[in-house]
Nanobody, 124 residues
Framework: QVQSEESGGGLVQAGAPPRLSCAAS????????MGWFRQASGQQRALVTA????????FYTHSVKGRFTISRDNARNTVYLQMNSLKPEETAVYYC?????????????????WGQGTQVTIAS
């Protein structure tokens, strides 16, 4: 079982790109594929990026490709999301999620464990 907690959100000003962190509990973090999702007010939760359990294979939704970077440190049980050039419409609650598998997972309903989310508000 994995319990995770996101941090690093808040009010984002231009020129200060945030890096979200997701710290997970458990001794088998390296067995879990990870994903970052976001949910804006009134919208469904959507995949932002995903990575394999080793972090070598990654996927980005088209709208964030080239601006966001997912990475993980299995020794620290942490996955990161570096977000650059954020747009006001990307204001949302950002969630990390975990599923025990050796592949990447793109569908939110497949993920077993979710953090509580962190609000990211982009100043306009």
């Amino acid at each position: 079982q994995v319990q995770s907690e996101e941090s690093g959100g808040g009010l984002v000003q231009a020129g200060a790109p945030p890096r979200l962190s997701c710290a997970a509990s458990g001794r088998t973090f390296s067995s879990y594929a990870m994903g970052w999702f976001r949910q804006a007010s009134g919208q469904q939760r959507a995949l932002v990026t995903a990575c394999s359990r080793g972090g070598v294979t990654t996927f980005y939704t088209h709208s964030v490709k080239g601006r966001f970077t997912i990475s993980r440190d299995n020794a620290r049980n942490t996955v990161y999301l570096q977000m650059n050039s954020l747009k006001p419409e990307e204001t949302a609650v950002y969630y990390c999620a975990a599923v025990r598998t050796n592949t990447m997972v793109f569908i939110p309903t497949v993920y077993d464990y979710w953090g509580q989310g962190t609000q990211v508000t982009i100043a306009s």
